[in-house]
């Protein structure tokens, strides 16, 4: 069988793409096809990816064009319908905000749709950048977003069979696309010890004393609100660690305070070291689709306290694994810090546990189980 796997584009690398090199893995001999990728990226992420069949779209010949893919956006129409896959059993395309579902495939190819998020900036919700308030950009964006919107619906039937990362993500699907779909959890990376070994990790992972900082690991844009936890934690004085590079970097420097650090990017072997010492992990994301970086945290016996938005209210269960705050300021996300900090010692163990329980739903053993099920009773 001839298969083929698709992807918005790789040169940055985040949860969309580590779903996709999931994906790889699972289809080690699979072809892959994307707009344009950077070398460098690949080497970090994916050290063997010299071995792969890549093909980029032509697109990526343009000059600059790796810098300029979000303005030139409205090139995505002729990207996704120049690829040939004529010659492939089976098509596996992993879509974002790139829009990498609405290739054209034709019988029998089976093309099955691995669905990360409709396009944020054609749907209303928030975005890395406020490109409203730039009355040109403004302009040109709603022309521009206005033509892409109507393909992207119209090109979006052409899937056979639509996967989603979330309900949340079932529920846009259904609302943008009027298609129905199937949620299979993307894999998560959590250490390697389940059951007792686990448990038992956990219980000589000290008293809840020994651990004097929060963490949060997230892109530095403005849907991700930062701004959030270190208002609280220059509030309360509680030590704060931030892991994650981006836009306002300067700006969430600016205005933190001396308990609050930024360690930027971090190596996967550093994980166990950074998370070792967290109280919790915060997470004020707005309208996030799953969440990969608090359910990793998880995995590490960690308890998140997240807004209460989108993907989150599926993995955060209030008093059990965390906290789940209602209101985007951080009066509300302190209230539930106080109640997490006042658990007794036993309580607060248990919270553990029960967080490293939930990370093991989303595994990558169950993640290929239920793909590959999936795949094969679609090929029947």
Same mark, same amino acid.
């Not at 790889?24 to 994307?34: E, G």
């Not at 690829?83 to 029998?108: A, C, E, H, Q, R």
């Not at 799953?290 to 990793?296: K, L, R, S, T, Y």
């Given at each position: ?34 707009? #344009? ?11 063997? $990816?010299? =071995?792969? &069949? +890549? /093909? %980029? ?27 040939? #896959? ?11 905000? $790139?829009? =990498?579902? &609405? +290739? /054209? %495939? ?275």
């Amino acid at each position: 069988m001839t298969i083929a796997l698709v992807h918005d584009q790789l040169q940055e690398f985040g949860g969309a793409e580590r779903v996709f090199l999931a994906l790889k893995k699972i289809y080690p001999k699979a072809d892959v096809f994307t707009a #344009f990728y950077s070398n460098e990226t690949l080497k970090k992420a994916a050290p063997d $990816y010299k =071995s792969w &069949n +890549i /093909k %980029t779209s032509w697109a990526s010949r343009l000059p600059f064009f790796g810098k300029l893919y979000s303005p030139l956006r409205f090139l995505a129409p002729f990207i996704w319908e120049s690829f040939d #896959f004529s010659k492939y059993d089976l098509v596996i395309s992993s879509s974002g905000w $790139y829009m =990498s579902k &609405n +290739i /054209k %495939t034709t019988k029998p190819t089976v093309h099955i749709s691995y669905i990360h998020h409709p396009p944020r900036y054609l749907y209303g919700y928030e975005t890395a950048m406020e490109w409203k308030k730039n009355l040109a950009i403004k302009i040109y964006a709603n022309i521009i977003n206005h033509r892409l919107r109507i393909w992207d619906y119209y090109a979006s039937q052409r899937a056979d069979f639509f996967v989603v990362n979330s309900e949340e993500t079932k529920n846009r699907v259904k609302k943008f696309y009027k298609k129905s779909s199937v949620v299979i959890y993307p894999p998560v990376d959590i250490p390697r010890h389940s059951g007792k070994q686990s448990a038992s990790r956990i219980d000589s992972g000290q008293a809840r004393m020994t651990k004097d900082y929060y963490v949060t690991l997230s892109r530095l844009a403005r849907a991700k609100h930062i701004e959030i936890l270190i208002e609280a934690a220059n509030k309360q004085k509680f030590r704060l660690k931030v892991v994650g590079e981006g836009r306002d970097l300067q700006y969430l420097k600016n205005i933190s305070g001396p308990t609050i650090e930024f360690l930027g990017k971090i190596n996967d072997d550093e994980f166990n070291k950074f998370y070792s010492g967290a109280k919790g992990f915060l997470f004020a994301s707005v309208d996030e689709e799953f969440g990969i970086a608090p359910v990793e945290a998880m995995g590490y016996g960690v308890p998140v306290i997240a807004y209460n938005s989108g993907g989150l209210k599926e993995t955060v269960k209030p008093g059990v694994n965390g906290y789940l705050f209602d209101e985007l300021n951080s009066r509300s996300l302190l209230k539930e810090i106080k109640k997490l900090e006042s658990l007794p010692k036993e309580k607060y163990l248990e919270m553990r546990k029960n967080a490293r329980k939930e990370s093991e739903k989303y595994s990558f053993d169950v993640f290929k189980n239920k793909i590959t099920s999936f795949v094969n009773s679609k090929l029947k």
